[in-house]
């Protein structure tokens, strides 16, 4: 499967600033997918990456607080926007590819542990 | 009802003894069930797929599927203390963007030395 690794691994920011999470990938791979997970929670979809094209975000997401880019087959970025504590939580981004790997999964980074004081 | 429900944790069983852990969903056009691993601290990882209906033996874990009553079981045999961690099952979405996987609370599971 593919190695996938984020940028940074882990932070502490301020109320009411920006912090920009990239996620590269080894391999071209179809789908990207960012996601949450808050404290002794399960995983909440945000949203899926497009490539060339505008993310597909889940309900409870907005592009305004969460834009995403995606400009080829190996990078994505997540902007988490005007910080507050309540975005505290791991930030995770993960692949699916049709071509290689278990049909259907995907991979996970190691994720971005985020702190909003 | 939750599109994906797993019994609630915590689950304790000691070591050598047979971890079993459940799931149900509620999407019937679901085609695809995974078993994902992840250790405090760590991001999930793939440790089982299944898609027909039966079981799926991998070493000492089995992944059952019965899409009649739509559950999806993990049985962890010779639990071992590696074994601790919290097991995630997921389904892919039946309608929309089938790649996109739906996912369990979690059960947190402890085998005891």
């Known amino acids: 499967s593919a190695v996938i690794s984020q940028k940074p691994s882990r932070d502490i920011c301020q109320r009411g600033t920006s912090l920009t999470i990239q996620c590269q990938v080894d391999s071209q791979v179809t789908m990207m997918f960012w996601y949450r997970q808050q404290p002794g929670q399960s995983l909440t979809l945000i949203a899926t990456?497009?490539?060339?094209?505008?993310?597909?975000?889940e309900s409870g997401f907005v592009i305004d607080k969460f834009p995403i880019s995606r400009p080829n087959l190996t990078f994505s970025t997540l902007t988490v926007s005007n910080m507050s504590p309540e975005d505290s939580s791991i930030y995770l981004c993960?692949?699916?590819?049709?071509?290689?790997?278990?049909?259907?999964?995907?991979?996970f980074g190691p994720g971005t542990r985020l702190l909003v004081l | 009802q939750k599109e994906v429900e797993q019994n609630s944790g915590p689950l304790s069983v000691p070591e050598g003894a047979i971890a079993s852990l459940n799931c149900t969903y509620s999407d019937r056009v679901s085609q695809s069930f995974f078993w994902y691993r992840q250790y405090s601290g760590k991001s999930p990882e793939l440790i089982m797929s299944?898609?027909?209906?039966g079981d799926k033996e991998d070493g000492r874990f089995t992944a059952q599927l019965n899409k009649a009553s739509q559950y999806v079981s993990l049985l962890i045999r010779d639990s071992q203390p590696s074994d601790s961690a919290t097991y995630l099952c997921a389904v892919n979405r039946g309608t929309g963007s089938a790649r996109q996987l739906t996912f369990g609370s979690g059960t947190q599971l402890t085998v005891l030395p």
């Open positions: 299944i898609y027909s209906n």
């Open positions: 990456a497009n490539q060339g094209s505008e993310a597909t975000y």
């Open positions: 993960s692949v699916s590819d049709g071509t290689s790997g278990v049909r259907g999964a995907q991979y």
